[in-house]
């Protein structure tokens, strides 16, 4: 199962989702990866924990794709690296992403992580995170997925910025990939006891989004959770977020 975990609006906590539902995964006994696509190196960073970023990664993998050559490309699980957590593992993002874009577009090369992706084998699940723009990697972890989960932090601008995921999504699933779907809408940063965030969400159940029925709230303990470089699971397991995320993850079909 392929997931990307994707929202063009910032600050969404697209990152924080998709490592913590990897986690959660991988916590229960299955073998995990992440594939990070944002060049800030969110994911990577918060997965590498004190061992540090791994020198190779999808970056890597994209340039030995970038032209034709004559040499057999590398397998991408060259690029595939062992987190500190047990079957949880990484292709870790970088800089460098962020110029190799526009040359991999031009060149058309949207589909090639799809085929990598679908070659793998050993992995029960794949979480794919995504820069915050609908640009060449979040399109092609889009015509790679099964499904797409949505961030949505109860802001008003998170709710414009999610009629036009919806046309984006759309225009990809007619266009490369007919199984693509939005298999939920994630309630991130909910607070309880603020009037808002709960009309907010009723108006995204209004216009017919699937919304998963677990929330994940606003809480410093994510923050210290990423300074420690570990998702909530293993930081606190005994902490609401942690059993919030249990509960997303519960909701995954």
């Not at 007919?178 to 808002?196: D, M, P, T, Y």
């Amino acid at each position: 199962m392929i997931r990307v975990v994707f929202n063009q609006k910032g600050g969404v906590g697209k990152s924080t989702i998709a490592c913590n539902l990897a986690a959660v995964a991988a916590s229960r006994g299955k073998q995990v990866l992440v594939v990070d696509l944002d060049s800030q190196c969110n994911a990577s960073q918060y997965l590498s924990g004190s061992s540090g970023v791994p020198n190779t990664g999808i970056a890597d993998f994209f340039k030995d794709h970038l032209y034709v050559s004559f040499f057999p490309s590398k397998n991408f699980e060259s690029v595939i690296h062992a987190t500190p957590f047990d079957g949880l593992f990484l292709a870790a993002a970088s800089p460098d992403l962020e110029e190799m874009g526009p040359k991999l577009e031009s060149r058309y090369k949207m589909f090639k992580l799809k085929e990598a992706l679908r070659r793998l084998e050993g992995f029960d699940e794949i979480y794919v995170d995504t820069p915050p723009a609908l640009n060449f990697f979040s399109r092609s972890a889009l015509i790679a997925a099964d499904a797409c989960l949505v961030p949505f932090d109860c802001d008003t601008f998170s709710q414009y910025a999610l009629q036009t995921l919806a046309r984006g999504i759309e225009e990809i699933r007619a266009d490369h990939n007919e199984s693509l779907h939005i298999e939920g809408v994630v309630i991130n940063h909910f607070q309880a006891r603020a009037s808002f965030p709960a009309k907010a969400v009723a108006m995204v159940k209004e216009e017919g989004y699937p919304v998963f029925p677990a929330y994940i709230s606003s809480s410093i303990k994510i923050r210290e959770s990423h300074f420690a470089g570990q998702p909530m699971v293993y930081f606190d397991p005994k902490h609401k977020l942690s059993q919030e995320f249990e509960a997303l993850y519960c909701c995954l079909s």
